[in-house]
């Protein structure tokens, strides 16, 4: 079991920038394959930034070059850095935690991006 709790959201203007943040719990954080998601009114929740263990990362296509997720295992916190924020990137972002097919949430934050 792992505890996630994010922090960092909040309202920007378009053009602007916002990091955040999500502490886990426990002592194996290192293995975990972190995630963000968000998930605008009225739609499905997607799949924003992965980190592996390994640090491999990936993106969607939406926000490849203007989106940069790391994780810092010392601290088992992984990060979410925003820049060029758009409107159509408001949404509540939720912070995710990935063993062996079991999934752990967030409570999630909420991002609004004004234009």
């Known amino acids: 079991q792992v505890q996630l709790v994010e922090s960092g959201g909040g309202l920007v203007q378009s053009g602007g920038s916002l990091r955040l943040s999500c502490a886990a719990s426990?002592?194996?954080?290192?293995?975990?394959?972190m995630g963000w998601y968000r998930q605008a009114p009225g739609k499905e929740r997607e799949l924003v930034a992965g980190?592996?263990?390994?640090?491999?990362?990936n993106y969607a296509d939406s926000v490849k070059g203007r989106f940069t997720i790391s994780r810092d295992n010392a601290k088992n916190t992984v990060y979410l850095q925003m820049n060029g924020l758009k409107p159509e990137d408001t949404a509540v972002y939720y912070c995710?935690?990935?063993?062996?097919?079991?999934?752990?949430w967030g409570q999630g934050t909420q991002v609004t991006v004004s234009s």
């Open positions: 980190i592996t263990s390994g640090f491999s990362t």
């Open positions: 426990g002592s194996i954080f290192r293995i975990y394959t």
């Open positions: 995710n935690a990935r063993l062996m097919q079991k999934d752990f």
